[in-house]
């Protein structure tokens, strides 16, 4: 299991490189063992039917933290199920934060809290995700 800053950084460097990361604007700004924290703008390019933020646009955000924390200590996770709540609308042009903490982890199984948070602190979003370790590390 690869562990410590170097691996921290390299799994930040790649999470940069993603290009759905880069389409959607999405900055991973801290990763730790069990934790990452992202954000986003919210675009015009984002809206939905209705002219709100489509929930792709929240979903991509949080499942970007998501994978960051539980990919975080050096071993291959996949998301196994992300159950979602939107509680508010985000608008247009606000930042978005989301927090991923791992609250739960076993040798094959970590379950994560996740928060998007609007630049007030309010609640955006909420989300229970559970993901699957596949016991090998990872090749960065």
Not at 75 to 89: D, G, K, P, R
């Amino acid at each position: 299991m690869k562990e410590g800053k170097e691996f921290l950084e390299k799994l930040r460097q790649r999470a940069a490189a993603q290009k759905i990361a880069e389409r959607f604007g999405i900055v991973l700004e801290e990763v730790d063992a069990g934790y990452a924290k992202a954000s986003m703008v919210c675009r015009e390019d984002m809206n939905n039917i209705m002219g709100m933020i489509h929930g792709t646009a929240l979903f991509a955000l949080m499942d970007e933290v998501f994978q960051a924390a539980v990919n975080s200590h050096g071993t291959v996770a996949v998301a196994l199920n992300m159950s979602l709540t939107f509680h508010q609308a985000p608008k247009l042009g606000e930042r978005l934060t989301a927090t991923a903490r791992e609250i739960h982890t076993s040798r094959r199984l970590a379950t994560c809290h996740i928060e998007a948070t609007d630049a007030s602190g309010a609640l955006v979003a909420s989300c229970q995700a559970l993901a699957y370790r596949k016991g090998q590390p990872h090749e960065f």
